[in-house]
């Protein structure tokens, strides 16, 4: 079955690099889109798209048209024979990297060798989401080409402050975590071991998304679309986030963007997103007077949201691809 699966993906391929002969388009993009709700990466590669749409770039998604100059490929989330298959010279080749995958996964596959190897065997340039995920890779011995740090970016139209529900100290203050991914180290276990020590007179707790942990106060939500998942965010005051080994969080990228300051635990790129904008912690016993801290300098915390523009980050992608901000007029 699975030989009889590669041999009819193998000729799909084929059929479409004929077809791409007539096609003609400013950026490839290879990545496997799948329908929201899902995680992080699709997320910030929509948002990237929908702006570059938006600027007039013409873009295509698993194929490269003879004269695409430029061809970002997404860590392994697309088909590797594939890529390889529609590269040509002349095409300048930039890869997005994120992880290290088996750090947060905790189980080391060979996924991350195999998003090593293809890297140098395709890449002209390497972009990371975070100076986290940088700098976890080469403390694994994995060097990338030409590497760069451009953090993502939420979807302005869909994550803002707009209409925001104001704080106010005069009734229970409004908590919310997220997460797509049940995997333990999006930390689930932790807001159980929270909900048992909340003053529920003075809070409220949300969590969105799955998990394979029973709550049984956490209000619980399950995956939402972007939109509803905004106007949820909007309707809380505390973003918290559990998750360890994050390479550039979108969930804490898009509350940010919400007006949300946040309550995190100081591991992979979390405390690099948020800055000023909220506390980290080490150990989970320290969270309740951090949200009370928080509570309590509320205003300058919120002030101090400094969220990736997505213009900008789409700015730093076009000059990674060596694309100009605006599409080039074509010829004939």
């Known amino acids: 079955m699975n030989g009889l699966r590669r041999s009819l993906r193998s000729l799909q391929t084929t059929i479409d690099l004929v077809r791409s002969r007539s096609a003609s388009a400013d950026l490839a993009i290879f990545h496997d889109f799948m329908p929201p709700p899902y995680g992080g990466g699709h997320q910030f590669l929509r948002a990237l798209w929908t702006e570059l749409d938006r600027r007039g770039f013409v873009l295509e998604n698993n194929t490269i048209a003879p004269d695409t100059p430029a061809c970002l490929y997404n860590s392994f989330n697309f088909d590797f024979d594939r890529l390889r298959r529609f590269r040509r010279s002349g095409c300048r080749m930039v890869h997005r990297v994120d992880g290290p995958i088996g750090v947060y996964r905790g189980d080391d596959d060979g996924t991350d ?7 140098h065997d395709l890449s002209d340039a390497t972009i990371f989401q975070s100076q986290y995920s940088l700098g976890r890779h080469q403390d694994l011995g994995l060097t990338f080409v030409n590497p760069t740090v451009i953090h993502n970016a939420a979807d302005p139209a869909v994550f803002n402050s707009a209409g925001r529900a104001a704080f106010s100290r005069s009734r229970p203050t409004r908590l919310v975590a997220v997460s797509w991914s049940d995997n333990p180290n999006k930390g689930a276990e932790t807001y159980a071991w929270l909900e048992q020590r909340l003053d529920w007179r003075r809070f409220e707790l949300t969590f969105v998304g799955r ?6 106060r956490i209000r619980t939500v399950p995956p ?9 965010l909007r309707e809380h005051d505390i973003f918290v986030t559990a998750s360890r080994h994050e390479s550039c969080s979108n969930s ?8 949300l300051p946040a309550i995190h635990v100081d591991s992979g790129s979390n405390r690099e997103l948020v800055g000023g904008a ?11 007077a951090l949200v009370d801290r928080l509570v309590e300098e509320y205003e300058a915390r919120q002030q101090a949201i400094d969220a990736p523009r997505l213009a900008d980050v789409a ?3 076009l000059e990674a691809l060596g ?3 605006v599409p080039q007029p074509r010829q004939g």
């Open 113 to 119: 060798r195999r998003i090593w190897q293809i890297n």
């Open 211 to 216: 998990s394979r942990v029973a709550f049984e």
């Open 224 to 232: 939402v679309a972007p939109e509803e998942l905004a106007v949820l």
């Open 252 to 259: 804490l990228i898009e509350a940010l963007s919400c007006g």
């Open 278 to 288: 909220g506390f980290a912690y080490s150990d989970r016993e320290e969270i309740p």
């Open 315 to 317: 700015d730093r992608y």
């Open 323 to 325: 694309l100009g901000r």
